[in-house]
């Protein structure tokens, strides 16, 4: 699986527009990007994952650069709750069980 | 979406005893589930690869008479540490996927 490189932390003002970019420049055609958050002492939760286009949920919006070797995580309106480590995974799509690579992450702190 | 659960949320033994953890699938079966350890302001890394119906694999530098995992049903795996010591006190996390993986909600373990 290619090897994602993120900020270690960033801070966002409740509210506000949460930008969480994400490098992936080893990133091979069949890959993609997933992100997922941790709120402390909990297990990870799944936020959102795309291969090429845009994507959106209730939750976030997942912006992919055109050569696919970068991507934004987008939470539109940040609010306290929204404080964790949120981690960018690049992989291949599978249908059976996997396992994944979690990095360092970024930390994400919202504050009021 | 898909639930996975993991119980207890958080134990304490004393050195020496045995502690197990369990990790259900509610809503899906998995014939492959996934055991991470996380200590404190690390990432989570995997430990072992639970098969249902078969033997687990264990990462490498994890003992795996140490870290016993049965997968005896297809929505159910346990991991109990045995002899625990107080290097073993972590936080333990199980995870199974469709397409996208589902954690549990974690298991805080205290060896004292």
């Known amino acids: 699986d290619a090897k994602t490189t993120q900020p270690p932390s960033m801070d966002c003002a409740e509210g506000r527009a949460a930008n969480l970019p994400c490098n992936h420049s080893?990133?091979?055609?069949?890959?993609?990007v997933y992100w997922y958050r941790q709120i402390h002492s909990q297990g990870p939760q799944y936020i959102i994952h795309?291969?090429?286009n845009n994507e959106t949920n209730e939750m976030a919006s997942l912006i992919i650069t055109e050569d696919r070797k970068s991507s934004t995580l987008i939470l539109p309106h940040a609010t306290l709750r929204d404080t964790a480590v949120y981690y960018c995974?690049?992989?291949?799509?599978?249908?059976?069980?996997?396992?994944?690579?979690f990095g360092k992450g970024t930390s994400l702190l919202v504050t009021p | 979406g898909a639930v996975v659960s993991q119980h207890p949320s958080w134990v304490i033994c004393k050195s020496g005893t045995s502690v197990k953890i369990e990790c259900r699938s509610l809503?899906?079966?998995?014939?492959?589930m996934f055991w991470y350890r996380q200590f404190p302001k690390q990432s989570l890394m995997l430990m072992a690869t639970?098969?249902?119906?078969?033997?687990?694999?264990?990462e490498q530098g994890v003992e795996k008479d140490k870290f016993l995992i049965n997968h005896a049903s297809l929505t159910l795996s346990t991991l109990t540490v045995t002899s625990a010591h107080p290097e073993d006190s972590s936080f333990y996390i199980c995870?199974?996927?469709?397409?996208?993986?589902?954690f549990g909600q974690g298991t805080r373990l205290t060896v004292v």
């Open positions: 995870s199974a996927s469709l397409d996208e993986a589902f």
């Open positions: 080893t990133i091979s055609g069949n890959e993609y």
């Open positions: 795309g291969l090429k």
């Open positions: 995974i690049v992989r291949t799509r599978s249908n059976s069980g996997y396992a994944l690579n």
């Open positions: 809503d899906f079966q998995a014939t492959t």
């Open positions: 639970s098969n249902e119906g078969s033997k687990a694999t264990y």
